[in-house]
């Protein structure tokens, strides 16, 4: 069981009020509110042993070295990667789709596919599309349904032995929609493709064993998972990671430089070119720690009650519409209030100091299906309440009301 009054405690910024009203704070599916022991990480790093990390001699450059080692290992641990070499740190899912895709470049050719899903991130759509440009790759698409689900019929039959890499998200930003991962993926191996999942939405809820999946790359965000932005991961299987040539060449990737050959670091050194974001690593360790003690099933089943609730409580306003509504999704609502643009209700929830996502939501292809501008989005955290969703709901209906 969750004690929320507890864990409200925890997170200074649900103290503020917003127009003068007390914050309700429903865009979680955009990034999560921070800890105060995530808060605490940060000022100690800067206040005790900030320094360069590796290489370093002197005692703050090892302190510094050691604690972001550590939050690597904490990161493999959580997912259950078999080598803490296969994780590499990054500076969010963005960076590490990358990543991958322009190491792709060197192991595609004409007339090879490569495999998206309708439910994509543009983050995870527009790398590939550059890279099928440079490759002369096809780009193939798994249709959605109108419940907001993948038609994985479709996705069996554009599987075949041209296909060389499929890269789906875990769950839907747009929609909440938990996807199939391991049904795309043991169905992609068969035909001995890679498989990247796109983990940004899913980690805050799921817990992913990327063993028991057998994925070859998975992707997320820090900053979805109560820690700071501006830092990530990609995991990577050792083989693939490999076979994949460096994504940017300069300081740390290295192991020998002259002027006739450069020799490359081994993992996880190979793809963390440059300073990195020290501090952000070991805050984002810090930030699964504090998920981890509140514990992941504890957060599911609590926020699964709130889905319910804010579900039932919208649905008995006059004209809302919701996207996405299988029986498997984390807790996102995003809809519509009849011809109502959300812009427009997403400025009066503001008002009244309910903080919601309003527009495309990065997934305008999922738009174009449903042939909408873009939804409004309200999205819980395990430190919400249902009293913070009667707040959300009685200014929706002013705000419908004003807009009517």
């Known amino acids: 069981m969750i004690n929320v009054a507890k864990i409200r405690e925890d997170f200074p910024i649900l103290k503020r009020t917003v127009h003068g009203k007390p914050l309700v704070y429903f865009d979680n599916a955009a990034t999560s509110q921070t800890p105060q022991v995530v808060i605490d990480t940060i000022v100690a790093y800067y206040s005790n042993y900030n320094s360069n990390i590796h290489r370093g001699v002197h005692t703050l450059s090892q302190e510094a070295t050691d604690k972001y080692e550590e939050a690597r290992i904490k990161v493999q641990q959580h997912f259950n990667a078999k080598e803490a070499y296969e994780i590499i740190l990054t500076s969010g899912t963005t960076h590490s789709i990358n990543m991958v895709a322009a190491g792709f470049e060197t192991l595609l050719k004409k007339g090879d596919e490569v495999i998206v899903s309708a439910l994509e991130h543009h983050s995870n759509i527009v790398p590939w599309q550059m890279l099928c440009e440079k490759t002369g790759t096809v780009l193939k698409v798994i249709p959605m349904l109108e419940n907001g689900s993948l038609d994985m019929s479709s996705y069996h039959k554009l599987l075949n032995e041209r296909t060389k890499l499929v890269f789906c998200n875990h769950v839907s930003n747009a929609l909440g929609t938990v996807n199939p991962i391991e049904e795309i993926i043991e169905a992609a191996h068969k035909v001995e493709a890679a498989v990247l999942i796109d983990g940004a939405q899913a980690t805050p809820h799921i817990k992913p064993d990327v063993q028991a999946l057998n994925v070859d790359f998975y992707v997320a965000s820090a900053h ?139 997934a305008q292809p999922i738009m174009d299906f449903y042939q909408i501008p873009g939804t409004v989005r309200a999205s819980f955290s395990f430190y919400n309440t249902k009293e913070e969703i009667d707040v959300f709901i009685t200014s929706l209906k002013r705000a419908v009301m004003m807009l009517s």
């Not at 998972?225 to 990609?234: A, I, K, S």
């Not at 501090?279 to 699964?288: D, E, P, Q, R, S």
């Not at 599911?300 to 609730?309: G, I, K, Q, T």
């Open 224 to 362: 979805k998972l109560c820690g700071p932005t501006g830092v990530g991961f990609l995991y990577g299987k050792q083989e693939w990671l490999e076979k994949l040539p460096p994504y940017q060449g300069g300081g740390e990737m290295i192991a020998t430089v002259s002027f006739e050959k450069t020799t490359y670091a081994g993992l996880p050194h190979k793809f963390e070119a440059g300073t990195p974001n020290i501090c952000g690593g070991i805050a984002f360790g810090a930030g699964l720690d504090y998920m981890n003690a509140v514990g992941f099933e504890n957060i599911a089943s609590y926020e699964h009650e709130l889905l319910v609730y804010g579900t039932q409580e919208l649905l008995k306003i006059e004209g809302v519409k919701i996207y996405g509504t299988t029986a498997e999704k984390t807790a996102v609502i995003s809809f519509n209030v009849g011809e109502i643009h959300p812009y427009d209700i997403g400025a009066i929830l503001d008002k009244l100091g309910v903080a919601v996502r309003t527009g495309h939501h990065c």
